[in-house]
């Protein structure tokens, strides 16, 4: 799994601090939970509360609400 390299403090809500992580650092299979920042040169993805990102084979995050959220 990939390791946050720094956190952020955001408004989602309420203010958080919220885990950052390096785009480069996500290999097959590599799973973040929400909320969370995921970073690379041209774009940020901000992961909302009660999703997950999760990187298929190809190395796209694919974004789903996770179970049991509303």
Known sequence: ???PRTIRRV???DWRDVPVYDRQAFG???TVDG???VEQPDTTVLILPGWRAV???LGNLM???MEGTA
Request: net charge positive; proline share 11%; charged share 20%.
């Open 1 to 3: 799994l990939p390791q």
């Open 11 to 13: 408004h989602i809500q």
């Open 28 to 30: 097959q299979g590599a």
């Open 35 to 37: 909320p969370a920042i």
């Open 55 to 57: 990187a298929d084979r």
């Open 63 to 65: 974004i789903r609400r």
